[in-house]
Nanobody, 129 residues
Framework: EVQLQASGGGLVQAGGSLRLSCAAS????????IGWFRQAPGKEREGVSC????????YYTDSVKGRFTVSGDNAKNTVYLQMNSLKPEDTAVYYC??????????????????????WGQGTLVTVSS
């Protein structure tokens, strides 16, 4: 069974940086996507970014483009979300999630919107102004 563990959250001042990690294991298929989601207090969960194992394609929601970078380290079975130029509105609990596919998959908004099958626990990111 797929297991995901997110870590790396913390308190940072506006303009600062954090790197989140998602340790993943248990994939049965070679094609899968790992997504990062966040949920701020009182708001709905939002898809932030994803990366595909098929072609290393990535996707970012508009609010984080140019500031966040998603990457994967296959040797460590870990996906990272590098977050730079953080803003108070980035404050949220961040989750990593995954879905497996029988076919090759390209990351895009539909991947984040279709629903993920496996979820890790959240890690809290707080950005102070």
């Amino acid at each position: 069974e797929v297991q995901l563990q997110a870590s790396g959250g913390g308190l940072v001042q506006a303009g600062g940086s954090l790197r989140l990690s998602c340790a993943a294991s248990g994939f049965r298929f070679v094609n899968y996507a790992i997504g990062w989601f966040r949920q701020a207090p009182g708001k709905e969960r939002e898809g932030v970014s994803c990366i595909s194992s098929s072609d290393d394609s990535t996707y970012y929601t508009d609010s984080v483009k140019g500031r966040f970078t998603v990457s994967g380290d296959n040797a460590k079975n870990t996906v990272y979300l590098q977050m730079n130029s953080l803003k108070p509105e980035d404050t949220a609990v961040y989750y990593c999630a995954a879905a497996q596919y029988l076919h090759e998959v390209m990351c895009g908004p539909s991947i984040l919107g279709d629903g993920m099958d496996y979820w890790g626990q959240g890690t809290l990111v707080t950005v102070s102004s």
